[in-house]
């Protein structure tokens, strides 16, 4: 799987996978690695949407924590969750 980031689309992040590039040998981990993009990809629309707060009123920036602190938490369950299943399932 190769997946990119459209740096040219300065509106919010747009994501680009590409399934044709290689096999999927396990869909319970390519299920589990979209989880991660996915998550990823909100990640960095919070951060988008703290620099937008900031410049256009100095201060909003912090309401938008709390957001961030979920999409953390849930970045680190995705990716804990893809880790085990790779250790658990042997695959890669």
Do not use: Y
Not at 1 to 21: C, E, L, Y
Not at 38 to 57: K, Y
């Amino acid at each position: 799987m190769i997946i990119s980031f459209d740096n040219n689309d300065k509106r919010s992040p747009q994501w680009i996978v590409n399934t044709d590039a290689e096999p999927s040998i396990c869909p319970e981990r390519e299920r589990l690695a979209a989880e991660v993009i996915a998550v990823m990809g909100e990640l960095i629309d919070i951060l988008l949407q703290q620099r937008r707060a900031l410049r256009a009123s100095g201060n909003v920036a912090s309401l938008l924590d709390a957001d961030f602190g979920k999409a953390v938490g849930a970045k680190e369950r995705a990716i804990g969750a893809l880790c085990e299943h790779e250790k658990e399932h042997g695959c890669r």
